[in-house]
């Protein structure tokens, strides 16, 4: 077939059986219990009307295939330089990609295609998860013709450079940052507290639950352990425990902290940073700049104390590689290696200028969410379901002071800082985090206000990004309206690079 | 390079996105939330008249189910046009603004130098009163994709030529 594309095209003929057959394949992988039960158990007159029904299903299929077929035409629309795809029998969509925005252009077969002989395609862009143009069957000549025609742009050079930057990888190594031992087994001590302890329960509790249903219930002694409880008051076992529970948590904790990010390196080379770490398998990842979207630096209170902080970076994601290489961690660096790093990723330390609040209101909300919902399901519980359940009220109490400790202090850093070229959100009660946003990385900017408090003028952020969102809930809306005005403005007026 | 120049920005000038006057849905799209609607309650209610027939325990019921359905229909009815009402869209010279939301107003303002493509919907009911939709794609992923409904056909086209010429023109 000619390579211009530029007329609207059908995919192959023999595209209606792809289609067809893709049909078929997905319903038999839903429904074939149910053809196996009626074939077995099937008496003369059933059989007759399964047939009946299989080849209704068999026409419609077909027909629906044919159509489906006819009305997918796609082109290159060479006065505009866009790839136009039409789609649909009855609701029917027309997806048009400007050449330039094409990131990747894969081939494909899966196993009807190979059967048949023809190629799928895949056109993806920035962002969007699906796949935004896919097209299921053409020959291996106009795949290749087309795949070439697509990338016949700076997307496609774009890739190849990244590619050709991970061969140069081994030439040029200043180690620009190296996180010792020491660093780490802070970090170790000082983080995850929460995932620890949610991997200590479960490991526990399964151990009890195999124990228990082996009937192994003599293994552990109760008798023992009435006579331990009985001797020694129940808070010093209960202290035991509770000690016990920290030792082993902060031992995985080191121990998961060294495996996982031992001999950490950032080494600078032509603009991005690699970085290697690992103790049992060495990582390396390419870090480019430009691609960063959304930087978040945390620190609690022993780790201020201990001068280390984690770093974790999001990229912008594309393609293939969305998960495994989206969030990129840098732990236990002390604060001046993190400026560093921010100086080397922002190219310029992001300052926190104007500070913007969040309204009481998201306090008394948090709370009432909180504490008031579950204590009135409490206290409705105890005294008309279950009076028993007042013999925990030490341990509502303790849960009421702790979670208001808790959101006092995370409505206390709940903070927006806006300079002016970055924004920084801080949260977090324990974990204080910041999360560091370019201006001109904003995708686009939602603003959301509930209608009760357009009077008291407060009101919602969310900052769009290629790496995720950052929303600052109810702040001062004429405020926000302000910035979201001024970012647009800049964001407009620059063509930046956001990836 | 030589008339570049680097002035303050007076804030206080900038154009206001909340303060655009923006264009409500086409009237048909009314119509067009009505017949879907319209379809959906009809299949409820042959499935529920179907129900209270051949269940004999719903047959004690039937009013109550029936007052209930009618509620809901009507609860049905009022939330989407009050969804229907709060939607407007406004295509400035460099961003697109859809607002939505009956209990919280949703702003949403897109740049034209994010898009990364855009798409023409038309789905049956939509074709039936002459209406499509409009998809913008940015690289925010799906939070950040905006879909404007009801709007009518040769409109969109001309909206959509518009935002390719936009995003062209940026590069």
């Keep these: ?101 094409i990131q990747q252009v894969n081939i494909k077969q899966n196993f009807i295609q190979r059967l048949i002989g023809v190629y799928a395609m895949d056109v993806d862009t920035a962002g969007s998860d699906q796949k935004e143009g896919n097209i299921k069957a053409v020959s291996h000549a106009l795949a290749l013709a087309l795949k070439s025609k697509l990338m016949e742009n700076e997307g496609k050079a774009v890739i190849h450079e990244s590619e050709t930057e991970v061969a140069q990888a081994v030439e040029t190594t200043i180690p620009f940052l190296k996180i010792n031992l020491v660093s780490l087994l802070k970090i170790g001590f000082t983080s995850n507290y929460v995932k620890s302890i949610g991997l200590i329960l479960t490991f526990f509790f399964t151990i009890y639950e195999n124990l228990h249903q082996a009937g192994a219930e003599d293994l552990v002694d109760t008798d023992r352990i009435k006579v331990l409880v009985d001797d020694y008051s129940l808070l010093y076992t209960l202290m035991i425990f509770v000690l016990t529970m920290f030792t082993i948590i902060f031992v995985i904790n080191v121990v998961r902290t060294l495996i996982k990010f031992f001999d950490y390196t950032v080494t600078k080379q032509k603009g991005s940073l690699m970085l290697t770490y690992g103790l049992i398998s060495t990582q390396s990842t390419i870090l480019k700049p430009e691609k960063v979207q959304i930087v978040k630096v945390s620190e609690n209170y022993f780790q201020r104390k201990l001068n280390v902080l984690e770093v974790k970076i999001r990229q912008a994601i594309s393609g293939e590689k969305k998960d495994s290489k ?135 952020l969310t900052m769009h990004t290629a790496g995720g969102n950052i929303t600052f809930h109810l702040g001062q809306f004429d405020k926000i309206n302000d910035y979201v005005n001024l970012w647009l403005y800049e964001i407009e007026t620059s063509n930046s690079n956001w990836m | ?147 404007i409904p009801g709007i009518a056909k040769a409109e969109a086209e001309k909206i959509k030529q518009l935002l390719m010429g936009k995003i062209q023109k940026q590069l």
């Excluded at chain 1, 289609?19 to 099937?42: D, Y």
């Excluded at chain 2, 603004?97 to 949703?106: L, V, W």
């Design chain 1, 1 to 101: 077939m000619e390579t211009h594309f530029n007329q609207p095209q059908r995919q192959s003929a023999i595209g209606v059986l792809v289609i067809f057959l893709e049909m078929i394949f997905v319903l038999l992988k839903n429904i074939w219990p149910i053809v196996v039960i009626t074939l077995l158990k099937a008496e003369g007159k059933s059989v007759w009307v399964g047939l009946l029904i299989a080849l209704g299903i068999f026409v419609y299929f077909g027909v629906y295939s044919f159509l489906k077929y006819r009305n997918f035409t796609f082109y290159i629309d060479d006065n505009t330089d866009e790839f136009v795809i039409n789609d649909g029998i009855i609701n029917k969509t027309k997806t048009t990609i400007q050449l330039h925005k």
């Design chain 1, 326 to 460: 989206s969030l990129i961690e840098i732990p236990g660096c002390n604060r001046s290696e993190g400026d560093e790093i921010l100086k080397l990723l922002f190219h310029e330390l992001p300052q926190k200028g104007v500070m913007l609040l969040p309204n009481f209101r998201r306090l008394i909300f948090s709370i009432f969410l909180i504490i008031i919902l579950p204590l009135t399901a409490y206290f409705t519980f105890g005294k008309w379901i279950e009076p028993l359940a007042f013999h925990y009220a030490n341990l509502a109490l303790i849960y009421v002071l702790l979670m208001l400790t808790l959101l006092l202090f995370g409505f206390r850093n709940y903070r927006l800082f806006v300079s002016e070229n970055h924004i920084i959100k801080q949260s977090g009660a324990w974990d204080v985090d910041q999360e560091i946003l370019q201006i001109d990385k904003i995708q686009a900017i939602t603003t959301s206000q509930l209608f009760w408090h357009k009077s008291l003028n407060i009101g919602s």
């Design chain 2, 1 to 147: 390079m030589t008339d570049f120049t680097n002035e303050k920005i007076d804030t206080t000038q900038l154009p206001r996105y909340e303060a655009v006057p923006l264009t409500s849905l086409h009237p048909n799209y009314w119509k067009e939330l009505l017949v879907s609607r319209g379809l959906m309650v009809l299949m409820l209610t042959v499935a529920l008249v179907l129900a209270m027939i051949f269940i004999e325990e719903l047959v004690g019921y039937r009013w109550l189910v029936t007052t209930g359905f009618v509620i809901f229909v009507v609860i049905l009815l009022f939330v989407s046009r009050m969804a229907y009402k709060k939607k407007a869209y406004a295509f400035r010279n460099h961003d697109v603004i859809f607002r939505s939301g009956i209990i919280a107003t949703n702003t949403m303002v897109i740049p034209y130098n994010r898009v990364q493509h855009v798409a023409l919907h038309e789905g049956w009911i939509a074709r039936f009163f002459g209406l499509a939709k409009i998809e913008i794609f940015t690289a925010g992923g799906v939070s950040s994709d905006l879909e």
